[in-house]
């Protein structure tokens, strides 16, 4: 049930907005309330407003790694836009915007002749999540090139470097009530056809090697650190256990990659959870390693008992 009651809405905020569709996946409720803001101004005002008001907020992002709970959201779910989609250079200093795609960023800095972004074409996100989730890959790593980063919280806006973030694995220290509202990047000449040859090579190994074009979102379980894994990723490790195509209602483990999940027309956040938890038990009797989901979740999603999952 909403908890909206009669709340004084700011301008901008929506109460009871469905979610699903601001997700890859396309599972999940309604959040009780839901802002877009395009500014920095607005985005403090509505952070202010859901201080004040004792409401949980929680990202959106673009959606691909996110699970929203079937029942919904109690809180104030927040989506940028406007000013926070914008691509701005200054030499060879790159501004992105949180809500930047990072696909998009990529490309644009190639044919700006700089280099360093290169590993954001194969991740499906914006800047702000890939820098809250420490989104490294194909041996590119964002703390590597990041300059600085702006976070936006009820108190206003703040700028902080890489080495204030306490990178990990997957991870960072951006508190769930701050937003990253803009990234610059320090990146290197090099001539665009080098780079968009580059681009070209990781596009086409994506589409060699993982699902597009269906409703699904990224790597499911984090790549695994124990040894009993044998350096094997989670994908591998899936496989192995026989989990590519296993459904359980309306979602299954990917034939092209076993470590992502599938909506295959009506699937439920439930049906989502029931199949990373049967692989996940798999992949357990098999080879005793304990996957742990790499999916953010907004509301309150059901996880089996024992498992680690961030919010």
């Known amino acids: 049930m909403s908890s909206s009651g009669n709340r004084h809405l700011p301008a901008g905020v929506e109460a009871n907005r469905p979610l699903a569709r601001f997700t890859t996946v396309r599972t999940g409720g309604t959040a009780d309330f839901l802002a877009q803001p395009g500014t920095t101004a607005d985005l403090v005002e509505v952070l202010g407003w859901a201080k004040a008001e004792g409401l949980v907020v929680g990202l959106i992002g673009s959606g691909s790694n996110l699970l929203v709970a079937d029942d919904g959201f109690r809180g104030l779910a927040i989506k940028l836009d406007g000013d926070f989609s914008m691509i701005e250079r200054d030499g060879e ?155 359980i209602g309306g979602a299954r483990f990917s034939e092209v990659h076993a470590n992502f999940v599938e909506n295959m027309g009506e699937a439920t956040t439930a049906d989502v959870i029931a199949v990373m938890s049967a692989g996940r038990e798999r992949v357990a009797e098999e080879f005793g390693v304990a996957l742990e989901p790499e999916v953010q979740v907004l509301g309150e999603v059901v996880w089996p008992e024992g498992w680690e999952v961030g919010r």
């Open 93 to 247: 200093v790159v501004s992105l915007g949180g809500a930047v795609r990072l696909p998009s960023a990529a490309a644009k800095t190639a044919a700006w002749g700089l280099a360093g972004l290169e590993f954001g074409v194969n991740i499906p996100g914006t800047a702000g999540g890939a820098v809250r989730m420490n989104a490294n890959a194909y041996g590119g790593k964002l703390a590597d090139v990041i300059d600085s980063v702006e976070l936006c919280d009820a108190d206003g806006i703040h700028r902080v470097g890489p080495e204030d973030l306490d990178f990990a694995y997957r991870s960072s220290n951006i508190g769930p009530d701050q937003v990253v509202s803009r990234v610059d990047f320090r990146l290197s000449p090099d001539s665009p056809e080098a780079i968009r040859e580059r681009l070209a090579e990781m596009r086409a190994w994506r589409r060699e090697t993982q699902p597009s074009g269906i409703k699904t979102f990224g790597s499911t379980f984090k790549n695994p650190e124990d040894p009993k894994a044998g350096e094997r990723s989670a994908g591998q490790l899936l496989d192995e256990a026989g989990c590519r195509g296993l459904r």
